[in-house]
């Protein structure tokens, strides 16, 4: 019997009775409708981790939905905006709507140095060019491999799936909600509102550019820091510059095994071009390491 049929009955029988009782009793059953519901998990909106050794990780949840992925402008139109060729932004085409099926946790920050250290006992960035040593300071000069490696070693040590965000999760993520060249809008001087560059390194000088710590710069509107510029993020996407044309619109990830491996956001070394939300880096391989590329987690909702 269907719920309007069971209020129905239940207001006849009680009409039978009493006539005056019957709104009543209707609005004690509805009101016990939502605690059925309530019965069903909603994720909570942040996670946070405890890594070994006291360390903390703060991920915020990003909804299941769907997305316009790749450039809004033409390459041509891109190039008069941005600067470059045309060529470069070729690969941002077709633009089309993707995905993504289900809800995920992502990292607030890049990863920092004392979360890498916490789970794989290295460190790849000591002693290296302008790169500053702190906890609360991105981890970079690992390889692509290696940031899966320590995707899969906090798997096990947390006891849930930790991975790179594929190349469509990341792009979903840095939007928030936004069609616009940046999560902001489109126009590229204000990106250093928004993220560390080329142009803005505060001190300007050879020998103290660096990556930031994270939350120095605004937030997209998912509360999520520097997905523009600072450091390079790893994905976990094999690069295809046909993958938009011919990767599936659901969940869509590129495994299949090729010269290159997909980072996205730009660095504190790049120009606005590169910041983009739709911008691929097509151009490292997976065994490429260098001060201006890290990464950030996702966690998969249990
Ligand atoms: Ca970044």
């Known amino acids: 019997m269907k719920k309007f049929e069971i209020i129905f009955a239940a207001c006849l029988a009680i009409a039978l009775i009493a006539p005056s009782g019957c709104s009543e009793n209707v609005q004690a059953k509805t009101t016990a409708k939502p605690a059925a519901k309530d019965k069903v998990k909603t994720p909570p909106k942040t996670l946070t981790l405890d890594l070994p050794k006291g360390v903390k990780m703060k991920l915020v949840l990003i909804p299941a939905g769907e997305f316009m992925m790749g450039g809004k402008f033409s390459p041509a139109e891109s190039a008069k905006k941005f600067g470059g060729k045309d060529i470069h932004y070729a690969s941002e085409h077709p633009r089309h709507k993707v995905t993504i ?29 302008v790169t500053k ?3 609360d300071l991105p981890a970079s000069w690992m390889q692509w491999r290696e940031a899966i490696e320590y995707c899969d070693k906090l798997s096990k040590k947390i006891e849930r799936k930790v991975a790179l965000p594929t190349e469509a999760q990341w792009e ?14 489109d126009d590229p001087k204000k990106i250093g509102e928004y993220g560390w560059l080329g142009s803005n390194m505060i001190d300007n000088q050879k020998n103290k550019t660096y990556a930031r710590k994270g939350g120095l710069r605004k937030p997209n509107a998912w509360g999520l820091y520097d997905m523009h510029g600072n450091v390079w993020e790893w994905c976990r996407d094999w690069y295809s510059k046909d993958f938009y044309a011919s990767g599936k619109k659901v969940d869509p990830v590129c495994d299949k095994e090729a010269k290159t491996v997909v980072a996205r956001g730009g660095s504190w070394y790049n120009d606005p071009i590169h910041l983009r939300s739709a911008a691929r880096n097509s151009w490292t391989g997976p065994k490429y390491r260098h001060y201006n590329y890290g990464f950030r987690v996702i966690v998969e909702v249990e």
């Open 172 to 185: 979903y993520a840095c939007r928030a909600g936004s069609e616009t060249a940046f999560c902001y809008g």
């Open 101 to 129: 099926s289900k809800p995920f946790y992502i990292g607030v920050f890049e990863l920092t140095q004392a979360q890498w250290e916490t789970v794989m006992d290295s460190k790849p960035y000591d002693g290296k060019m």
């Open 133 to 135: 040593i702190g906890p």
